[in-house]
């Protein structure tokens, strides 16, 4: 257990759908990341929330709708996704944007149907 | 903009035996860490071992260590006496340290991952 927590675990959706994931870290940490892990594919980071601001988006379509209302949650807000965007979501912190470790959560696996 | 490759998608090795996973990085950038991660089935990411680039010295963690190449922008990992233990998805890692106003510091760049299979 590293301090990150995931809800869901896993998630089917239809296309229709609109859905969250949910982070939650007890770290104490001020940096937080969502990231797309795909199959056979590097990690892809989504967004970055730093102090609750979002200082990063890495391009990633408005279907994905990041949330940050306080250091320690992090919200990822789904809405019309497509089945390519079935992937596991993984959500990571870390003390401050840059440190050198990032802690994970265990992700959330999501079916788009 | 960095990359991180990883040339074997799949390894094997024999309990107790020695491993050696394989990642290069392409970078302009002279200050960096470097990092394995490992991903079991829990699915949950945990750090394996870190490596400062001004650092010559290779890092260990116990029977975890690493091949640092700075000008062949190599940063293998070696397992010994492999446990069943270490089967997972390894990642290797790239976080950018240049803080001269560029988009990338702070940005942590994943190769595609390797998986390790450990034969009893």
């Known amino acids: 257990e590293t301090g990150v927590t995931q809800t869901p675990r896993h998630l089917v959706m239809g296309m229709t759908n609109k859905k969250s994931l949910k982070c939650e870290q007890h770290?104490?940490?001020?940096?937080m990341y969502w990231y797309k892990q795909s199959a056979k594919k590097p990690l892809e980071l989504m967004f970055v929330?730093?102090?609750?601001?979002?200082?990063e988006n890495n391009s990633v379509p408005s279907r994905f709708s990041p949330e940050c209302p306080n250091s320690s949650h992090l919200f990822l807000h789904l809405h019309t996704l497509q089945p390519e965007d079935s992937a596991l979501y993984l959500c990571a912190s870390s003390q401050g944007y840059g440190d050198t470790e990032a802690f994970f959560g265990q992700g959330t696996r999501l079916t788009v149907v | 903009a960095q990359t991180v490759t990883q040339s074997q998608p799949e390894m094997s090795v024999q309990e107790a035996e020695t491993v050696t996973l394989s990642c290069t990085y392409d970078t302009s950038e002279s200050d960096y860490y470097l990092f394995w991660y490992k991903q079991p089935p829990s699915r949950q990411m945990i750090l394996v071992i870190r490596?400062?680039?001004?650092?010559?010295q290779n890092a260990t963690e116990n029977r975890f260590s690493v091949n640092f190449q700075k000008a062949a922008k190599s940063f293998s990992l070696k397992i010994s006496d492999s446990q069943l233990g270490d089967a997972a998805m390894y990642f290797c890692a790239y976080r950018s340290l240049d803080n001269a106003g560029g988009t990338s510091y702070g940005k942590l760049t994943f190769g595609q991952g390797t998986i390790l299979t450990v034969h009893p």
């Open positions: 929330y730093n102090f609750k601001e979002q200082t």
């Open positions: 770290l104490g940490h001020n940096a």
């Open positions: 490596q400062e680039a001004y650092k010559q």
